[in-house]
């Protein structure tokens, strides 16, 4: 096999210097595929932690669609208890229920995924070799 021009072993009878500095060039021109970390680049909190994000973004945003719901319908049912509409006003107090219903529900996902964001920050910053 004839070396290439380049090649280590034209460099042979050269001084060892220059033979690493030839081995150093073509190591560099190796092209290495990027090595995934489980975290992405640093600061990048990595596909799990973003959906996560969008999830809690939308919990919040449906909460303050329940909270405005809550007003609205307790502001109905004083206005149908003030009339003497009994029937407005159980139907509005059923309506006000239902919505502090999902407002609970939203309120104790929210402390779930705070928790998780903790935990799996909290896990992310740890060095690889740690529990």
Partial sequence: MVPAEGDIG???STSPDA??????AQIASVALARMPTPGG????????METLSVQVEQLCTQRAVNTRELQAWMLEAEAAIRANDDERAREALVRYAEHLRLAQEADAL??????????ARHALSQPSGEP
């Avoid at 033979?19 to 150093?24: P, Q, S, V």
């Fill in 10 to 12: 034209t460099h042979a």
């Fill in 19 to 24: 033979l690493l500095r030839a081995l150093d």
């Fill in 41 to 48: 680049p640093a600061g990048d909190p990595g596909p799990a």
């Fill in 110 to 119: 929210l402390a779930e995924f705070r928790s998780l964001i903790t935990e």
